[in-house]
């Protein structure tokens, strides 16, 4: 069973544009929720974590997102993308039942047009 | 060190050859996790280590896959008899808890390209 979904493999967002990006999880008791960035030929890095404190959450380069039980979601959006925004983010779980292992999503690779 | 170090960081190897893939996690981290990341995916999970056990190998594609971390630190992965559908981004990554219990950070290095010819 898929327990983090992301929707949409692509976005294309205009430079200044809001951009979001869609994640849901599939689990029974709210799980950690985080997302990573991946620039291009490197590794992950992660941008925002929900450890079941504060469900708005505020990461590194102007990235938020917020928790939503009853939607079993944890979108990603920034106000106003730069070009430097252009990567491939991940959504991931770890489900607190399940161990210690995160969980990815497919992936969402955004590309900021000028 | 500062981070996840892995290495080598990109390999080509040619099918039926094994290969053994380096991770230096950051000092003091108990966690140590092995991903496979396939070209335009997800990373999807190999393996977890607790210090020097492997506590979880379900990840683990075939019994041609082997990882160890004997002292507690440095880990190998080590794919022997190289396939094609063997070719990846290994990711390795630590934490420094014991556990996922507290939503501790997992920290990834910039992983080794394995390509099999």
């Known amino acids: 069973a898929q327990s983090v979904t992301q929707l949409g493999s692509h976005v294309s967002v205009s430079e200044g544009a809001l951009v979001l990006l869609r994640c849901n999880y599939s ?5 950690y929720l985080f997302w990573y960035v991946q620039y291009p030929n490197q590794g992950l890095q992660l941008l ?58 497919g992936g969402t690779r955004v590309l900021v047009k000028p | 060190g500062a981070g996840v170090s892995q290495s080598p960081r990109y390999k080509v190897a040619k099918r039926g050859q094994d290969v053994a893939l380096r991770c230096d996690p ?4 108990v966690s140590l996790f092995w991903y496979q990341q396939a070209l ?8 977890y280590f607790q210090n020097e056990a492997q506590l979880d190998k379900s990840g ?34 630590s934490s420094l808890a014991a556990t996922g219990s507290s939503g501790n950070t997992i920290y990834f290095g910039e992983g080794s390209w394995l390509t099999v010819v």
């Open chain 1, 27 to 31: 689990s029974s008791v709210p799980p």
């Open chain 1, 48 to 105: 925002l974590k929900y450890t079941s404190a504060a469900t708005l959450v505020k990461g590194i380069n102007g990235f938020e997102a917020e928790f939503k039980k009853s939607e079993t979601s944890f979108h990603l959006t920034k106000p106003s993308a730069h070009m430097s925004d252009a990567a491939e983010y991940f959504c991931a779980v770890i489900i607190k039942a399940a161990g210690n292992k995160l969980t990815f999503g």
């Open chain 2, 26 to 29: 950051i000092s003091g981290h």
């Open chain 2, 40 to 47: 335009g995916q997800g990373p999807e999970f190999l393996t």
């Open chain 2, 60 to 93: 683990l594609p075939s019994d041609r896959f082997f990882a160890e971390r004997p002292e507690g630190s440095v880990s190998t992965l080590k794919i022997q008899r190289t396939q094609q559908e063997d070719s990846a981004v290994y990711l390795c990554a």
